[in-house]
Nanobody, 120 residues
Framework: QVQLVESGGGLVQPGGSLRLSCAAS????????MGWYRQAPGKERELVAA???????NYADSVKGRFTISRGNAKNTVILQMNSLKPEDTAVYYC??????????????WGQGTQVTVSS
C-alpha cells in the first residue's frame, strides 16, 4: 500500500511564501513523476507543477517564476516552494505521484490535500 502525506499549507498574506512538502511511503518499487495540483472552489483541479524522475520540470503559466518544484533530500519526497503568493493561488493543493509498486505496474496516487489561503 502506498501513501502520500502532505504538509505545509496555511494562511499567508499576499506577497508571502509557503513551502509544501509531500512524502511517499509504502510498497514503492520506483517513482516516475511527482507533482502538485490545486483545486479552488467551483473550479476544476489543475496542474501546478511537476517533476520527472530525471529532474525535468513543468509549470502552469500562472505560477512560472513564482513557484519552484524540487525533489526533497529525503527519498521519495517532493517540495513546492511558493513565493509572491496571490489571492488567486488560494486552493486545496494535492500531491500526485506516478508510482510503480512492481516493475511493470504503475498507478497514480494522490495525497489528502492541504489548504493554502492567501488573504490579507
Amino acid at each position: 500500500q502506498v501513501q502520500l502525506v502532505e504538509s505545509g499549507g496555511g494562511l499567508v498574506q499576499p506577497g508571502g511564501s509557503l513551502r509544501l512538502s509531500c512524502a511517499a511511503s509504502g510498497s514503492i518499487f520506483s517513482i516516475n513523476a511527482m507533482g502538485w495540483y490545486r483545486q479552488a472552489p467551483g473550479k476544476e483541479r489543475e496542474l501546478v507543477a511537476a517533476i520527472t524522475s530525471g529532474g525535468s520540470t513543468n509549470y502552469a503559466d500562472s505560477v512560472k517564476g513564482r513557484f519552484t518544484i524540487s525533489r526533497g533530500n529525503a527519498k521519495n519526497t517532493v517540495i513546492l516552494q511558493m513565493n509572491s503568493l496571490k489571492p488567486e493561488d488560494t486552493a486545496v493543493y494535492y500531491c500526485n505521484a506516478g508510482i510503480y509498486t512492481r516493475p511493470n505496474f504503475a498507478k497514480d496516487y494522490w495525497g489528502q490535500g492541504t489548504q493554502v489561503t492567501v488573504s490579507s
